[in-house]
């Protein structure tokens, strides 16, 4: 009887009978929705590294999308335990915790986190690190966490100015190069950081940068035109 009804009237017919059970409350959302990311963050903290891996890779996919980085941190703690694996050892797990952290920093609520848990620190210290992708998302961490005036003073109170010109002539790859000058000119907003630049060999590492590509001698320019 079932086999020619309607796909409709095929699920009222099932409903309809005495065996009829209801799947279990909240399956899907426990799946894909508030259990996603407790789980993950949990695998992070306790899984092999292979699972880590695994995990780091979905998760990185999860957080382009604005809704699931928020959806993240108000339903787990994988915020703090990706801040944890900055400094792993194992060299493509700090790269992923490092990509994660560049879209956590892009959304209100990430900024917010990272500054009243104090990770500014943990994050700045992958400036010194040996792969160029990790120090990249360094500073586009700390970039994205510096666009709004909360962020740029405490990138400031954390000595991120400072920071940003000792690398103008540690960092030799042009690209992390122009995302520092990018950087600089954002903190040059907050208050009293063209004081604090004057007080540095900024002026004298800037003007030793002027044989770079054209787009770097340009952000110099505007840099120096902000100081003055």
Not at 186 to 198: F, N, Q
Request: with cysteine; net charge negative; glycine share 4%.
């Amino acid at each position: 009887m079932e086999e020619g009804l309607s796909l409709d009237r095929q699920i009222a017919f099932r409903r309809a009978k005495m065996d009829y059970q209801d799947p279990p409350e909240n399956t899907l959302r426990f799946a894909y929705e508030d259990g996603r990311f407790e789980k993950m963050a949990n695998e992070l903290k306790y899984a092999d590294d292979i699972l880590k891996l695994k995990v780091l890779r979905d998760l990185n996919e999860d957080l382009r999308d604005m809704t699931k980085i928020i959806r993240a941190m108000n339903t787990s703690d994988v915020v703090h335990v990706l801040v944890h694996h900055l400094d792993n050892t194992h060299d493509e797990i700090r790269l992923l915790a490092s990509q994660s952290m560049t879209e956590v920093c892009y959304v209100m609520r990430g900024r917010e986190l990272i500054i009243s848990n104090d990770y500014i620190k943990k994050i700045s210290k992958l400036s010194d690190d040996n792969i160029a992708k990790i120090r990249w998302n360094c500073y586009k961490s700390l970039f994205n966490l510096s666009e709004h005036v909360d962020g740029t003073d405490a990138c400031l109170a954390n000595d991120i100015l400072e920071l940003c010109v000792d690398k103008l002539i540690e960092e030799k790859e042009e690209d992390i190069l122009y995302l520092i000058l990018q950087l600089i000119k954002r903190l040059l907003h907050g208050e009293g950081a063209v004081p604090r630049m004057l007080k540095t060999q900024g002026i004298v590492r800037l003007t030793g940068l002027l044989d770079k590509e054209n787009e770097v001698v340009r952000h110099l320019y505007i840099i120096t035109q902000t100081i003055d």
